[in-house]
């Protein structure tokens, strides 16, 4: 009797020991809930550190030798005072939120961007405005979809993120939130641009060319070719959407990023900017994350939250992890991504001609850049 009972305790601590192990293990990936990945999403509180970093977008597109010297000194003017001014403020003690909402509004402001002023036209001739940003402390987010009155619709979605029990607010519910939020509405007419009316008038023109050659033309069985209602035609893909991702001194990160879309999008178009996890991210744990362009790409890839992902659970660097989003994942000309880790590490990287870029942090670093490698304008470090 003795020996069974003997024999019952070492397997009874066998199991436990293994049990023990087993959750172990799950503690270290983290248990899979409604909520995503806890607690791996999680890290211990982070120690301050005067350590900082910053990087911004305009977004990716055409190369920068299709501009003219005046455009090309002009965008680098506006992303030099966008990351100018959020370097101060980081190196200020700033959090990495106000810090990236900030920045995103002042491009939100600059009519050479594809957000807020300066946003492009969709299908019927009006502007339609996304906008998302995200704590990497807590993981909370907030993102607004389909504005067409919010002057600038990143600080609508900071208020969502801190103000609602929400994510995402759409069209006329999310300028109704304006209305009660008090924030800066503006008529519609404030964010056409010349250059945006001029984009338009040439993509409709092509339009109805093409629709003139398929009736001139069409095939035996009566279908006609869909004319393209993304913008995408060659040499369409401009400039502009906004994103901001930074690290501040308390060792936490953030996102934000903002866009008027593609240009002739389909009226109620949503794309990427405005999804957490598919065009930004944060978690400090690991990464924050803005991505630029075609927006339908990102989200059926989720590429935001899988570079964070890749990094948690594979155990790579974010410049590995970016390259593998934007090389391997995507398809070449798709965009771009910039992204910094929890300990200041930059990772940006694109596929289309050019991306508008800059990028500073603690050590002095400074760089605005419009294409590729090669080609770069450093700041003085002042």
Excluded at 32 to 38: F, I, K, P, R
Excluded at 144 to 164: D, E, F, H, W, Y
Excluded at 183 to 194: E, I, K, N
């Amino acid at each position: 009797m003795h020996h069974k009972l003997w024999r019952r305790r070492i397997t009874d601590n066998v199991l436990c020991d293994w049990l023990l192990v087993f959750l172990a293990a799950l503690g270290a990936v983290g248990w899979e809930s409604g909520a995503g990945w806890l607690p791996a999403e999680e890290p211990p509180r982070p120690e301050p550190s005067p350590r900082f970093a910053i990087a911004l977008h305009g977004g990716a597109g055409q190369a920068p030798d299709r501009l003219s010297r005046d455009e090309r000194a002009a965008y680098r003017t506006s992303l030099s005072a966008a990351l100018r001014r959020g370097r101060d403020w980081l190196a200020a003690g700033k959090s990495s939120v106000e810090v990236v909402e900030h920045v995103v509004r002042l491009l939100e402001d600059d009519p050479r961007f594809n957000a807020g002023k300066g946003a492009v036209f969709n299908s019927v001739g009006s502007c339609e405005l996304d906008a998302s940003i995200m704590d990497g402390r807590d993981l909370s987010g907030g993102a607004v979809a389909g504005v067409t009155r919010v002057k600038n619709p990143i600080s609508l979605a900071r208020l969502v993120m801190q103000r609602t029990r929400h994510v995402l607010l759409a069209g006329d519910g999310a300028d109704q939130f304006a209305i009660r939020m008090g924030v800066d509405r503006v008529d519609p007419s404030y964010f056409a641009t010349p250059r945006a009316q001029r984009r338009f008038e040439r993509i409709r023109r092509e339009r109805e060319r093409r629709n003139n050659d398929n009736r001139g033309g069409q095939p035996p069985d009566g279908r006609r070719s869909a004319a393209p209602d993304d913008g995408a035609f060659h040499g369409e893909r401009y400039l502009g959407t906004v994103g901001c991702v930074a690290l501040d001194q308390q060792g936490n990160l953030a996102a934000a990023t903002s866009t008027g879309g593609l240009s002739n999008k389909q009226y109620g178009r949503i794309g990427d900017s405005p999804i957490l996890g598919a065009g930004t991210y944060a978690a400090n744990a690991t990464c924050a994350v803005s991505c630029t362009g075609i927006g339908e790409q990102f989200i059926r890839h989720a590429i935001a939250y899988s570079i964070s992902a890749r990094m948690r659970l594979l155990g790579e660097d974010v410049q590995t992890a970016v390259r593998q989003a934007i090389h391997d994942t995507l398809q070449p000309g798709d965009g771009g991504v910039i992204a910094v880790d929890h300990r200041g590490h930059i990772a940006i990287d694109f596929s289309t001609p050019g991306m508008a870029r800059g990028w500073a942090d603690a050590d002095g670093t400074w760089e605005i850049r419009l294409g590729g490698a090669a080609e770069k304008a450093k700041q003085p470090r002042d």
